[in-house]
C-alpha cells in the first residue's frame, strides 16, 4: 500500500482510505448501503489496517451516527495507536427535525463537532469535512466556525465535500483574507466513467493544492463487473446499483469502459473494479480512494487493485472510451492554448 502526500499539507496517507457508509444500520437515506453490525465492522477496519490503510472516512449522517461509533469501537477493540491512523469525518445533513439540526452555521458545526467526537471517542478528528454546499449560510460563517474548531484542537484540518469550484475558489479566497484555516482537500464523485470532475475542478485543485478524496469510484457499484446491459439505460444484475442507481452515469459509456477494462483484466488476472480503481491511482491529482464494502472478499478486491499495473497504451484506451465531450470554453483552451505552450524555445540539456 503506497502513502500519498494530503494535497499540500505534510500529511501521509494511504492511497486507498476506507469509507464506513456501510457501518450501522438505519432507515434513513443509506439503508440500502449500509447494514453491518459491529462485529462485521471491526473486522473490515482490521482488514483494512492489516493491508496497510491508515484512513478512514465517515459522516454524522450515516446510519444516523452509528457509522461513527463503530469506527471507533473497532479502534478501541483493535488496540490501535491513535496516530497510526487519520481519521475524517463530516457534517452537514439532518441530525435531527429542528431547523437547526443541518447546515453549516456556527450553531450546527459546534454542536456537531462535539456529537462526533462522543460518538468516534476521540479528542479530536484529522479531518474535519463540511459535507455540503448550505445556501443559507454565509461562507465567512462557516469558516470562521471551522477555524475554531482546528484553533480548539478538535480537528487538525479541514475539507469540503460535493462543492463547485467557484465556491471552493471563493472560499479559499476568504480564508486567505481574514486569516482562516484553509481547506486541505476535497471530497468528490470521480470515476473512469464519470470523469466530469476534469472540467473545472480537477485544474482548480492542481492550482491551489488541495488534495483529492475520490468517493464512489466504481459508479456505485456499476464498475464492479457483475451488471450487464439490459436494453437502453437499464443495468441487469444483483447489488446496490440495482436497488440504489445513484450516481448518474451515462451506463452506455461505462458499458464500451466494462469491455474494455474485462480485456484488459484478463491478461492481468484483475477484475474489472480492480482496473476501474487502478485508473483512478494513476490520476495525479488524487490523493487518495475511498473504498467500502459490507464483505472481507469485496474488500480484499478493491485492495488488489493497488497492485494492478496499467501500461500508458491501455490508460490511454481508456481514457479515450471515457473522454467528456468538448463544452466551452474547454474547446476554445484547446483551440488557443498550443501557440503558446510552444512559444518558448526548448530548455538546453547536457550532452
Known sequence: MRTNRFGTTGLMVSELCLGTMTFGASGGRFSAVA?????????????????GINFFDTANVYSEGHSEAFTGQALRDLGVRRSDV????????MMGKGPND?????????????????????DHVDLYQIHGWDSQ?????????????????????????????????????????????????????????GRDLEREIVPMLQSEGLGLMVWSPLAGGLLSGKYTREGEGAIKGEGRRAAFDF????????????????????????????????????QPVVSTV???????DQL????????????????????????????????????????????ASPRRVPD
Open 35 to 51: 447494514g453491518l453490525d459491529q462485529a462485521a465492522s471491526t473486522a473490515l477496519v482490521k482488514q483494512a489496517l492489516d493491508a
Open 86 to 93: 487519520v481519521i475524517a469525518t463530516k457534517a452537514m445533513g
Open 102 to 122: 443541518a447546515g453549516v452555521s456556527r450553531f450546527h458545526l459546534m454542536n456537531e463537532i462535539d456529537a462526533s467526537l462522543a460518538r468516534l471517542g476521540l
Open 137 to 193: 449560510t454565509p461562507i465567512e460563517e462557516a469558516l470562521r466556525a471551522l477555524d475554531d474548531i482546528v484553533r480548539t484542537g478538535r480537528a487538525r484540518y479541514i475539507g469540503v465535500s460535493n462543492w463547485a469550484a467557484w465556491q471552493i475558489m471563493k472560499a479559499l479566497g476568504i480564508s486567505e483574507r481574514m486569516g482562516l484555516e484553509k481547506f486541505a482537500s476535497l471530497q468528490a464523485y470521480y470515476t473512469v466513467a
Open 247 to 282: 450516481p448518474p452515469v451515462n451506463k452506455a459509456r461505462a458499458f464500451d469502459l466494462i469491455d474494455a477494462m474485462q480485456a484488459i483484466g484478463s491478461n492481468k488476472g484483475a477484475s474489472v473494479a480492480q482496473v476501474a480503481l487502478a485508473w483512478l491511482l494513476y
Open 290 to 296: 475511498i473504498v467500502g464494502a459490507k464483505r472481507a
Open 300 to 343: 480484499a478486491d478493491n485492495i488488489a487493485a493497488c497492485d494492478v499495473t496499467l501500461t500508458a497504451g491501455e490508460i490511454a484506451q481508456l481514457d479515450a472510451l471515457s473522454a467528456l465531450p468538448p463544452e466551452y470554453p474547454g474547446w476554445m483552451f484547446a483551440m488557443q492554448g498550443p501557440y503558446r505552450a510552444n512559444a
